[in-house]
């Protein structure tokens, strides 16, 4: 009796642990990625680790003139139609989407599971953006075109949950890493990518980019070493 007792015990905590992945990871990853976490439940630390991530923030350029010339509803559509679009190629590299704050969104590699090509995916994930726009913009001429800038950036950071426990939980990183993609894509011109140095030293057998003038940026006291990129090398 106490074996089968055991063994409920075992299957109901196995039940809540795959509830407790699907309600965290369900709206930010691949489905594939989250059949992988709940095959593999160690594989996680929702407590917080310091590991390498890449990161890719995108922003929306001119939002302010589009929201004053927009209506708030026309202005969510707009968005959300965007939006779409490029969530899609995060999701094809398989990253993890971890914000959308206003007119921008961040997306980090290399977790919750390990990625030994994440600088590369973060770069692939920035570039499809950036042609599937294009495209979209294309296709749907009668769409108010928008202009994006991009910013790629790989180094350390604290990904976990983050939030109130047993209340609003996100899924994100936190760090310079974080900080460093937030500034080049605050620096980056209309339809532009920007890689720190970092990430470019792993992917540069892969990419076609653009070495710029040291860059000066808010919050740190050394320039960045910034290459543009210009296209992926088949």
Known sequence: TALVIDDRTEIKRSEAQVKEIRRIFER???PKVVQQLIKDPMALNLGGETKEISVVFADIRGYTRLSERLAPEQMMNLLNSYLEIMVKEIWDEEGTLTAF???ALMAIFNAPLPQGDHAL???RAAWKMRLAVQKYQQ???????IAFGFGVNSGLGVVGNLGSQGRLQNYTAIGDAVNVAARLQQNT???NILLNHSTFLQVRQHIIASRLPPMNVKNKTAPLDVWSLLGLVE
């Open 101 to 103: 704050i206003g007119d």
């Open 121 to 123: 995916r973060a770069v």
């Open 189 to 191: 011109l209309d339809n």
């Open 28 to 30: 930010y990853v691949h």
């Open 139 to 145: 296709d749907q001429p009668q769409e108010i075109p």
